[in-house]
């Protein structure tokens, strides 16, 4: 297959690619929102007076960031019902895959969360304020972790851009196409998170240099 060949059926199936991408993105989110919520609930507890509380955030912390996300993508896509009948009604509630793989994600994030959140808590108490800071920009780094592991949703049967790209190598039934299409959906990860990664160490530095002008 030529040049011209390979840019033209990239080109054709660009637009269905891109919305597997955008899953990936909107899986990550709802990743991160989520774990993001039950971390600083946990990071909350670490911080807490109470013995039984602080353990309780540990133990769970520890839970978390111990098991690689794939295998809780494994056992959510067995064990999550695909639709869910809401107790005294006839409605059902549809529980697509996509949601399995996010909360496997927030996995991670949860752990991530409950470590890096406390320290910057207690950095903020302390009245160090430009360290808490530094939590927002590591956070968003994190969150660039999880748009590249979003990937992994692939082996669950999600449609996100990895599995799109194997159902288009399928369709057009040329392996030929197999290098050039994983190089693209390499660029569309790239073209995403890179430009992140800079503003991010922009922004870090920025604070840096702000607090220590202040200090």
């Known amino acids: 297959m030529d040049v011209v060949e390979i840019l033209k059926q990239l080109t054709t199936w660009t637009p269905y690619l891109l919305g597997g991408f955008v899953l990936n993105i909107w899986i990550s989110l709802v990743a991160m929102g989520i774990g993001t919520g039950i971390g600083g609930i946990l990071a909350l507890l670490r911080l807490s007076n109470r013995p039984a509380r602080v353990r309780f955030?540990?133990?769970?912390?520890?839970?978390?960031?111990?098991?690689?996300t794939i295998v809780f993508q494994f056992y959510?896509?067995?064990?999550l019902p695909t639709e869910i009948l809401l107790p005294y009604s006839k409605?059902?509630?549809?529980f697509p895959i996509w949601i399995k793989a996010a909360l496997a994600l927030a996995i991670a994030?949860?752990?991530?969360?409950?470590?890096?959140?406390?320290?910057?808590?207690?950095?903020?108490?302390?009245?160090?304020?430009?360290?808490?800071?530094?939590?927002?920009?590591?956070?968003?780094?994190?969150?660039?972790?999880?748009?590249?592991?979003?990937?992994?949703?692939?082996?669950?049967?999600?449609?996100?851009?990895?599995?799109?790209?194997?159902?288009?190598?399928?369709?057009?039934?040329?392996?030929?196409l197999m290098l050039p299409i994983y190089f693209y959906a390499c660029l569309f990860f790239f073209c995403f998170c890179y430009p992140l990664t800079v503003?991010?160490?922009?922004?870090?530095?920025q604070l840096r240099r702000r607090f220590a002008a202040v200090a």
Request: glycine residues 4%; contains cysteine.
């Open 57 to 68: 955030s540990l133990i769970t912390t520890e839970f978390s960031r111990s098991i690689p």
């Open 76 to 79: 959510l896509a067995f064990m």
């Open 91 to 94: 409605h059902v509630l549809n």
């Open 109 to 176: 994030v949860i752990g991530f969360t409950s470590d890096n959140l406390t320290i910057a808590i207690d950095e903020w108490k302390k009245g160090n304020h430009h360290a808490a800071f530094l939590f927002i920009p590591s956070w968003t780094s994190y969150a660039l972790i999880i748009v590249m592991a979003s990937s992994t949703a692939s082996i669950i049967g999600v449609s996100e851009l990895l599995s799109r790209c194997n159902t288009v190598i399928n369709a057009t039934g040329n392996t030929e």
């Open 199 to 205: 503003l991010m160490k922009h922004i870090s530095k």
